[in-house]
Each structure stands twice: as structure tokens, then as C-alpha cells.
């Protein structure tokens, strides 16, 4: 009997009860989504290349679950649209293997279902994760007059206390399973995500339009210029590959680096927190 894996949009929407289980995840292949499958348990997993981009980050985490004996496959981010679980079963390409997943015939090519197949030859064994180094971080030099900056390893880690901040997310661009009410949890003033080398009908970037439709100054940058799934690199390295109509309003371009990107959020910021003052 053939087993049926997992299938999510994203590794946050796994649970405690699929520990042992086979698991495709439309999330980039990055060290914090391994992270998070592996801390749950998961006996093999399927990712999102991601565009590969800078410093190869979109696979990363293949390597570090390597080093737990934890197969894992990446799927071509053009074959599959990222954020999209059932995209990815259904259309997945197979570029990237670690070597756990290439000992049980996984290799570049195959479709996700026969990966799938040899992985679940897997045999799934208690594994110790370490824990991760701080995946949210204050930017201190870009904070001002009040106006607060985050670097943020996930879209998961925004908290209701961000409402109002500029945020500098190392997650991908794309709308979880084609939600809109995925795009951002809080209303920020502003957020950067990476572009994840956009991929199969531009998936990577389609948080930007619904996030202009709510007010909020959003862009991209490009996945070969910073890590996906770093914030500090999002700020830090990012160059802008796509900008909003908000972001575009600001001045905001493509070629743009995110550190200019960021200054123009928070010097529109800042004046809006003026104005109100002086008109309460």
C-alpha cells in the first residue's frame, strides 16, 4: 500500500502529528523550514529550490538536514509555484537531493510523486535538532523617531506588536496556497520578502499586489542578491526585484538596494507619526 505524504503550503501548517510522516511542503528550501520539519519529527521532506539564489540559501536546508540523517528533495521553482502545496505535488520537478534522499534513489529529474515513492523507503529514526540561532532581530541603525525595524528569519514570527513597522522577512514573496489573507498577519507600515527567483506564474511575488490593496508598502528582493530565509540578509543584501504601487509611491524601484528601500519607509513613517501630532 502506497503511503501518502503530507502536502501543506507551508511547513508551519505541520504538526506534532506528523511526526514519522513523509512531508511535502511548498516553503523554500531553506535552513528554517528544515528547521521546522525536522523539530516535528518528520521521517523525510519535500521543499522548494526556491531559485537556489544567493549562496545556494534556497536549499540549504538539505545540507543541515543531512547532518541528521533526514532525507530531503528540493522541487525546480519553475516546475511548481512555491506556496502552493498542491502545485507542488502535482507539478513538481525534482532539482536538488541531499545525499540521505540520493541513498534511496531520489535523484534530479524525478517527479515529486516518485520521490515521494523512494522516500518512503526512509526508515525514520529519533533525531536531537539543535536549536536555531535568534531568527528576529531589532535593526537598531534604521530605527527612528519611533518608528521601529525588524529583520525577521519568517513570516511567521510577526507578532500583532509589529503593526505599524517596517519589516525586513527573509520568506518568500508568494501567497500561501493563493490566499490573500496569507500575505501578512499584521498591518505593517512596510515589508520586504525575497523574490525566490519568482518562478511558475510569477509565484514569488504575488504577496505585493494584496498587500498594496491593504495600504502596505511591499517589495521584493532578488534571491541571487540575498539569502532567503535571513532577514538581516533581506536588509543587509537585498536588491529590489519587484516593488508594490504603495512602495512605488515612496520612490521605491527596481535595482533599489533594501537598505534605501527601508530609509524611505521610515522617513515616510516618521512624517505620518508627525502629522498626526501635530494635528491631535
Not at 253 to 261: K, L
Request: net charge neutral; aromatic share 4%.
Amino acid at each position: 500500500m502506497r503511503e501518502e505524504p503530507v502536502v501543506c503550503d507551508s511547513v508551519t501548517e505541520l504538526g506534532p502529528e506528523h511526526a514519522g510522516r513523509i512531508a511535502v511542503c511548498a516553503s523554500h528550501g531553506g535552513i528554517y523550514p528544515a528547521w521546522y520539519a525536522a523539530r516535528l519529527g518528520v521521517r523525510a521532506l519535500v521543499l522548494n529550490d526556491a531559485g537556489i539564489g544567493k549562496d545556494e540559501a534556497g536549499v540549504a536546508g538539505l545540507l543541515w538536514l543531512d547532518a541528521l540523517g533526514i532525507p530531503a528533495a528540493a522541487l525546480d521553482h519553475d516546475s511548481c509555484r512555491i506556496g502552493d502545496g498542491a502545485d507542488a505535488w502535482a507539478c513538481g520537478v525534482v532539482s536538488r537531493v541531499n545525499r540521505a534522499a540520493q541513498a534511496l534513489g531520489v535523484r534530479p529529474g524525478q517527479s515529486t510523486a516518485e520521490a515521494v515513492a523512494r522516500l518512503a523507503k526512509a526508515a525514520g529514526h529519533a533525531v536531537e535538532v539543535p536549536d536555531l540561532a535568534e531568527t528576529r532581530q531589532r535593526i537598531e541603525e534604521a530605527c527612528r523617531d519611533g518608528v521601529e525595524v525588524w529583520a525577521l528569519d519568517s513570516a511567521s514570527l510577526v507578532r500583532p506588536a509589529d503593526c505599524g513597522a517596517i519589516l525586513a522577512i527573509g520568506s518568500h514573496g508568494g501567497l500561501l496556497g493563493g490566499r490573500p489573507e496569507k500575505a501578512l498577519r499584521v498591518c505593517a507600515f512596510a515589508a520586504l520578502f525575497n523574490d525566490a527567483g519568482i518562478g511558475k506564474d510569477e509565484a514569488g511575488v504575488t504577496r505585493l499586489p494584496v498587500l498594496a490593496a491593504r495600504g502596505i508598502a511591499a517589495a521584493t528582493v532578488d534571491c541571487f542578491s540575498a539569502r532567503i530565509g535571513e532577514g538581516l540578509s533581506t536588509y543587509r543584501d537585498g536588491i529590489l526585484s519587484r516593488v508594490n504601487e504603495i512602495a512605488a509611491r515612496l520612490g521605491a524601484q527596481p535595482g533599489m538596494s533594501a537598505r534605501a528601500f527601508v530609509a524611505l519607509c521610515v522617513e515616510a513613517a516618521s512624517g505620518r507619526r508627525a502629522g498626526r501630532r501635530g494635528g491631535g
